[in-house]
């Protein structure tokens, strides 16, 4: 039974990729001066898959294969005043190309798995990121370096 007054929230969604090459997380520095993972909103006609894929492509110009789904939580930005479903997959790079900064982002970083918990960034990205690497270390230890 619905409730008269009732009027579900809203928010928007945001996909992001966790990707490790040689050793290293690839990160993005944001206007709030956070790193983030590569990625952004889905559009209507692609899967999140897709989404992710073409959003990394897009930000660093890295091609990538998505892999499985890692997590998805919450996150409030306090400066914008507002929440955003985050999905997180990890994801295989194709090639050894060297990232290229968009002008989304304000800096690109690759980082080790040891740096990540000192970035200032959502607790939700550093969980997304460990989960990862403990998934190639024993899938494809040769991707952790």
Same mark, same amino acid.
């Given at each position: 039974? $619905?409730?008269?007054?009732?009027?579900?929230?809203?928010?928007?969604?945001? !996909?992001?990729?966790?990707?490790?090459?040689? /050793?290293?997380?690839? =990160? #993005?520095?944001?206007?709030?001066?956070?790193w %983030? #993972?590569?990625? /952004?909103? !889905?559009? =209507?006609? %692609?899967?999140?898959? %897709?989404?992710?894929?073409?959003?990394?492509?897009? @930000?660093?110009?890295?091609?990538?294969?998505t892999? &499985?789904?890692?997590?998805?939580?919450?996150? *409030?930005?306090?400066?914008?005043?507002?929440?955003?479903?985050?999905?997180? *997959?990890?994801?295989?790079?194709?090639?050894?190309? %060297?990232?290229?900064? $968009? *002008? @989304?982002?304000?800096e690109?970083?690759?980082?080790?798995?040891?740096?990540?918990?000192? =970035?200032?960034?959502?607790?939700?990205?550093?969980? $997304?990121?460990?989960?990862?690497?403990?998934? =190639?270390?024993?899938d494809? &230890? @040769?991707?952790? /370096?």
């Open positions: 039974m $619905s409730q008269p007054d009732y009027v579900p929230r809203t928010f928007p969604v945001s !996909i992001k990729g966790v990707v490790v090459r040689g /050793g290293t997380v690839l =990160l #993005l520095k944001n206007e709030r001066n956070e %983030e #993972l590569p990625g /952004g909103r !889905i559009e =209507l006609d %692609e899967t999140p898959e %897709e989404c992710v894929a073409r959003e990394i492509t897009e @930000e660093t110009q890295w091609r990538v294969t892999g &499985p789904l890692l997590d998805t939580w919450m996150y *409030y930005i306090d400066v914008a005043e507002k929440h955003v479903f985050i999905v997180t *997959y990890g994801c295989y790079v194709d090639g050894n190309t %060297e990232p290229v900064l $968009s *002008y @989304e982002h304000k690109i970083g690759l980082f080790t798995e040891n740096e990540v918990p000192t =970035l200032n960034m959502p607790d939700g990205y550093k969980r $997304s990121i460990a989960t990862w690497y403990d998934r =190639l270390r024993k494809t &230890p @040769e991707l952790v /370096g």
